[in-house]
């Protein structure tokens, strides 16, 4: 007989793709029986603007301070990056963030976005391809993730002022790369995604 399922848990990562800074990974726990009524129109973070995803981010934040929900969003860096490789960079940022959420995994389902997987423990795991925009609390898990990847740019942009990192957020913009070539590049980039350029 199997246990029973308390607990949804969404995952979702964000910055897969920039020439700069960390990978980030949310995920966000909910119960079963959870009231979505409050949450209608939470959307893949791709699809919000910067200022709903900021709204939606401080609902999240509300509900994870009053008991409602809980959630976590785990980095790895650039070097990370670098010496492992972009997927197992995400995996590690996975479970550290999973770790966060004090998961049992033989109460949780965990729902996660495209062609992510849960470390083994988490026997009841389903990979949804599109899962970000189809599965409302994988939206909630990327907007964490974006969010808080996207103030850690804006933060790390200050001890980088040549780069323009609070406007681009490290993505491959014609900007960035012009940054790059005026500058070189700086100890936030990832070497092993600009090897054509050093």
């Not at 970000?132 to 993730?145: F, G, K, L, N, Y």
């Not at 969010?147 to 960035?176: C, N, Q």
Request: aromatic share 10%; net charge positive.
């Amino acid at each position: 007989m199997s246990p029973e399922i308390k607990y949804l848990v969404g995952i979702d990562e964000a910055g897969r793709g920039p020439l700069a800074g960390s990978v980030s990974v949310g995920a966000v726990r909910i119960p079963v029986q959870f009231d979505w009524e409050p949450w209608r129109g939470v959307r893949d973070s791709k699809k919000l603007t910067p200022l709903a995803r900021d709204e939606w981010f401080k609902k999240i934040h509300r509900a994870h301070r009053d008991g409602i929900l809980r959630f976590a969003v785990a980095f790895a860096s650039s070097n990370y990056i670098d010496r492992r490789g972009i997927v197992p960079a995400i995996h590690f940022a996975l479970g550290r963030a999973l770790d966060r959420l004090n998961a049992d995994p033989l109460e949780t389902l965990v729902l996660l976005d495209g062609s992510l997987w849960a470390p083994e423990p988490f026997c009841f795991q389903k990979t949804i391809i599109h899962g970000d925009d189809r599965e409302p609390v994988i939206s909630m898990a990327s907007i964490a993730a974006k969010v808080l990847r996207d103030r850690k740019m804006i933060a790390l942009a200050r001890r980088y002022p040549a780069y323009g990192f609070e406007s681009h957020k490290g993505y491959a913009t014609r900007e960035h790369f012009k940054r790059i070539a005026t500058y070189g590049i700086c100890s936030l980039h990832r070497k092993s995604f600009l090897t054509r350029l050093i």
